[in-house]
């Protein structure tokens, strides 16, 4: 549930990121990130976890936390029950998502929450086709029609969709990733029109990176990035292709973050993770923080931090 600071801290870095990715677009041309017109959508996804008493605490850091930087959408995707109290305290411009909606409308569907009462509640976005709901943790998975037409239909209730895919491990060593992920992205390409893409983001998480503490280079993910965006253009259209935002999925954290979004087709991420990743508060930037990792996530929290006092003391 840290996640949550991380993500905040992965915020703050885009306004770096963004900068230097400018500079340095003049320098080395066009392997890094041009000057897009899709802004930067940051996801968090807290899966089947947290507690009221937790969710109070991480929404407390949120809204003390500093401003959200320019041109950059952050959606925490939370479970149903935390929802309410999400929108009623969280800080208005940061995002709630559901992780899941119904294939159907309502009726005698126990136990489902349909996209037209999650619209109806205030959210504005949902979570679809998360790999972990495709492969089903002991239920029957979803395949990529299902997913598919649960996307549609929350489009048609006014939500906006994460539509998930990605390619598992021996998936990606067969060399077949561009496969899987068309085979994800087929149906759903039936069934929206051009101007309904408008109301989804792609977000591609390599399965073999979500929780295992393996990431993808940000040259292989630019590169599958770039061919998803490629199997859009020439199955949707090129306009579309253009404009829809494609979120990695695939470990994103403090030490990756700015590399990977310094790259042209990588408009965001969509972040769960491992949990103990994420450990670390404001409090505990000391040296019992052993692994590198933390030190960088610990670094750019510091960083933060002190960019926001300076901002303060200045005004
Ligand atoms: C996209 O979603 C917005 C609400 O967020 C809605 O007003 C708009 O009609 C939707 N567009 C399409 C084509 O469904
Ligand atoms: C998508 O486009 C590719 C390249 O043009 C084509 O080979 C493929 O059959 C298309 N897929 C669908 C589902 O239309
Ligand atoms: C949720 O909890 C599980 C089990 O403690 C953990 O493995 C996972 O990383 C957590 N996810 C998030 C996003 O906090």
Not at 20 to 38: C, D, N, Q, T
Not at 222 to 237: D, G, L
Not at 240 to 264: C, F, R, T, W
Not at 267 to 286: A, E, K, Q, R, Y
């Amino acid at each position: 549930m840290k996640l949550l600071l991380g993500l905040t801290m992965i915020g703050q870095t885009l306004a770096f990121t963004t900068r230097s990715a400018s500079v340095a677009s003049k320098r080395i041309g066009s392997s890094l990130r041009m000057a897009s017109s899709r802004p930067y959508l940051i996801g968090g996804n807290w899966k089947a976890n947290g507690t009221v008493a937790s969710v109070e605490k991480l929404v407390a850091e949120f809204n003390a936390a500093g401003p959200i930087p320019p041109n950059t959408d952050v959606v925490i995707g939370a479970p149903f029950i935390h929802i309410p109290m999400l929108l009623n305290t969280l800080r208005p411009d940061i995002k709630v998502a559901a992780q899941n909606s119904a294939l159907t409308g309502t009726g005698a569907h126990t136990g489902e929450v349909c996209a037209s009462q999650l619209k109806d509640l205030g959210l504005e976005w949902v979570i679809l086709g998360h790999s972990e709901r495709r492969e089903g943790f002991g239920m029957a998975g979803e395949d990529s029609k299902l997913v598919a037409d649960k996307t549609k239909l929350a489009i048609d209730e006014g939500l906006k969709v994460m539509f998930c895919i990605g390619e598992k491990k021996e998936e990606r060593e067969a060399g077949t990733t561009m496969d899987v992920c068309a085979e994800q992205m087929a149906p759903l390409a039936e069934i929206l029109s051009e101007d309904e893409w408008a109301n989804v983001s792609i977000a591609y998480e390599p399965v073999w990176a979500i929780g295992t503490g393996l990431t993808a280079t940000p040259e292989m993910a630019q590169e599958t990035h770039a061919n998803i965006r490629q199997w859009v253009a020439a199955n949707v259209s090129q306009k579309v292709a253009d404009a829809v935002q494609i979120q990695y999925g695939g470990s994103m954290n403090g030490g990756n973050a700015k590399a990977l979004l310094a790259e042209n087709d990588i408009d965001g991420g969509l972040i769960g993770g491992d949990h103990s990743s994420w450990s670390f508060s404001t409090s505990s930037t000391g040296p019992e923080h052993r692994s590198r990792h933390k030190k960088l996530l610990q670094f750019c929290t510091y960083m933060t931090i002190q960019r926001e006092t300076r901002q303060r003391s200045v005004m």
